[in-house]
């Protein structure tokens, strides 16, 4: 991105583009989970977020890999496959100063990871979960995740016999406060989304079918790029106005647009399609994942958002400061404290 003299464009904290860059992909060319990433730099560029205060989080995949491929400057921390969440918790409790990106995948979040997940997002800690969804395991060579469609015949696997595991559905059981689909053939969705996301002060949860070019990409399959391209149904064209920003009306028609007011003033902005959805309605999600769970649909968009739900650090109504930057002589009672206690117990 330049400026009108081929400079690099820097946002409010004079940062270019570049310096949110990570290391460069060694993932398939053409795979989803490149395109994701790619938005992820884009969005936290264009928020002016401080690198430093992302904390990045994964399992094992393809991609779990891809924290290493943005935001060089933030620290991250790859763990065990299906066991982010709880890395997640521990580190976003003990450091509230930061925010968290998760990266997972279905076989990471919808197989071993399951009930992992839905702790976290019952939780609600304050981070961005995205699962890059693509049907299959990518890095153990395309063996069929939970998420697979039942009847999807692939090469070297045979056909699946089994129902699939739903995400946005499974998230929606778990009483998360947010919840997205999108498609990493829609990358404009994908970065209005992440900037939601990352506005929203709980667990943010975007389930993005990533296709596997290698292994799962094969027309009639629901995690192509062909079946996404001739099948996304998006619920509303989805614009994301930080706090910062005059919301100018005439941009779009009264009438056709909702606004969801955002915890820190942020507003997404939904304009109407066809649809009338409300996504602060929750039966009418379940509603409607129901119906495009049987009716094949790939409904992307916001789907169910809470803004205002306590996350876990207002739960616990923790200090401003965070855990891990108080010093042990504040932390361990005194002498004096720890005989008051005693004594109560002569
Ligand atoms: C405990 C454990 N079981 C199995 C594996 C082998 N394994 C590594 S990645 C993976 C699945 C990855 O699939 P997914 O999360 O969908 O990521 P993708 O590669 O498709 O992006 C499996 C089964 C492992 N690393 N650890
Ligand atoms: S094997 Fe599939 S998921 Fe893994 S990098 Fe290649 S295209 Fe992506
Ligand atoms: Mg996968």
Redo the contacts with the bound molecule.
Sequence with gaps: MNDTNGKQKKNRIGLTRTDYFGEKSTLCKGCG?NSISNMIITACFEMDIIPEKIVKFS??????KSPNYFLNRSFGFNG???RMPSLAVGALFADISLKGIGI??????AN?GLSQFKHLVRRNMPMVYIV?N?G?????KGQF?ATAEKGLSLKRQGENIYLPVDIAMEALAANATFIARSFAGDPKQVKELLKAALSHKGTAVIDIISP?VTFNNQEKSLHSYSWGKGHEAPLHELEFVPPRDEITIEDFEKGTIREVVMHDGAVIILKKLDKDYDPTNRSQAVRMLEEAIRKNWLVTGLIYIDPEEANMVEMYDLDKEPLNRIQSERLRPSRDSLYRVNDQFI
């Design positions: 989970h399992g094992i995949g393809c991609s779990s065990l496959h299906g997972s995948g279905d076989g990471d979040t071993i890059e693509n299959v395991y990518g890095l153990t995740s596997c």
